[in-house]
């Protein structure tokens, strides 16, 4: 039996891997490479984690993700694309800001789905300001490091303000309500019930503002469904099986395919409920999905990939030579127009699109 676990924090990761009788000190060697494989598509947990679940069946392993609160998923069929990307309804209130050039964007988001969404906002002109914990965002720290801050962070938050929130502080989450009067746009991918849990859904922010949430499993009905992370709806889609070749087995792409879909997805909706707020002087509400984001690629493909797909090509066949070494890419003349670096010194991608 082939499954995905997905545990967000490092206590359900521990008591999911010591429900199984593993060895404290894998548990531990294993915990970040786990957590960083979604910026750093690759996974190599310690060995003794593999053989603890080889040494179970997968209904002791569901009982101890049950028990622990980690999130398991066997590997199922492809579905039928079931999610439209995005959906838009109106909100109370009338919009004040309709006719403002300058978008101003609060973003709630964690790992890639919502940054990039807003990121893209960025891209566009808006003003982004993030929403961190107290003491900011741990994945700043995330190496390789550009300077003092994750290079890897800095590709999805570059040009972003930042104001620090506890979000189980009732005084820090009004701040944030204030905080949204002179916003156009809040943007978040919480887990499902926390918006509401912590007024701040739809209903609980100014009148007129772009409520924008991207999320798991919007758009759509599947049963048992498990955490809406990316490795999670490949494996509960059946996407995990069509981004294989028929001769190896199922299994996500660590490549984050969703996520990545997701955010683009997540930024359009984001654009059409600016655009009907302008049209009707109404605040809106849109919801995109990783859901969605994996209906697009189902509805997209033709099956599984055939054998010998992810063979290396040999040396007959011929190739354009880019750089050997990533550190050369930035001063390569051939990529001028769409590589340079930041104002820390950061290789960073140039805007996509121009404005005149």
């Not at 049950?66 to 109370?92: D, F, N, Q, Y």
């Not at 107290?134 to 190496?143: H, N």
């Not at 600016?274 to 002087?281: A, E, H, I, N, S």
Request: hydrophobic letters at 45%; glycine letters at 10%; charged letters at 20%.
């Amino acid at each position: 039996m082939r499954f995905e676990v997905e545990a967000l924090v490092p206590e359900v990761w521990a008591a999911f891997w010591n429900g199984l009788g593993t060895d404290g000190a894998a548990v531990r060697g294993g915990w970040k490479p786990y957590q960083f494989r979604y910026a750093t598509a690759t996974a190599p947990i310690p060995e003794a984690l593999h053989t603890a679940t080889r040494a179970a069946t997968f209904r002791y392993i569901t009982e101890v993700a049950a028990v622990s609160g980690a999130s398991v998923c066997a590997l199922h069929a492809p579905v039928e694309p079931i999610a439209t990307p995005w959906r838009i309804r109106p909100t109370a209130g009338p919009a004040t800001r309709t006719n403002g050039t300058d978008l101003v964007v609060f973003e709630a988001g964690r790992r890639i789905q919502a940054p990039l969404a807003a990121h893209l906002l960025g891209l566009l002109g808006a003003t982004v300001i993030r929403v961190e914990p107290p003491g900011g965002d741990p994945l700043r720290g995330m190496p390789p490091m550009c300077q003092d801050t994750s290079a890897r962070w800095l590709a999805l938050n570059r040009g972003k303000g930042a104001v620090e929130i506890d979000l189980k502080d009732p005084a820090d989450r009004q701040r944030l309500r204030d905080r949204l009067a002179d916003a156009d746009v809040f943007l978040h991918n919480w887990a499902p019930g926390n918006a509401e849990r912590w007024r701040l859904a739809a209903p609980d922010l100014p009148d007129g503002i772009v409520y924008a949430y991207t999320s798991g499993w919007g758009g759509g009905e599947l049963p048992d469904v498990p955490l809406g992370t990316d490795f999670m709806v490949q494996a509960r889609t059946g996407l995990a099986e069509l981004v294989r070749p028929s001769d190896e087995d199922p299994a996500p792409s660590l490549m984050t395919l969703v996520d990545v879909l997701g955010g683009l997805i997540g930024a359009e909706a984001v654009l059409a409920g600016v655009l009907t707020r302008r049209l009707t002087g109404r605040g809106v509400a849109v919801e995109s999905s990783l859901l969605g984001a994996a209906s697009a690629l189902l509805a997209g493909t033709n099956g599984r990939p055939a054998p010998g797909f992810r063979v290396p090509v040999d040396g007959r066949v011929e190739g354009v030579d880019v750089v050997t070494d990533l550190a050369a890419l930035p001063g390569d003349p051939r990529f001028a127009a769409v590589v340079g670096r930041d104002d820390r010194g950061c290789p960073a991608l140039v805007s996509p699109w121009r404005f005149q």
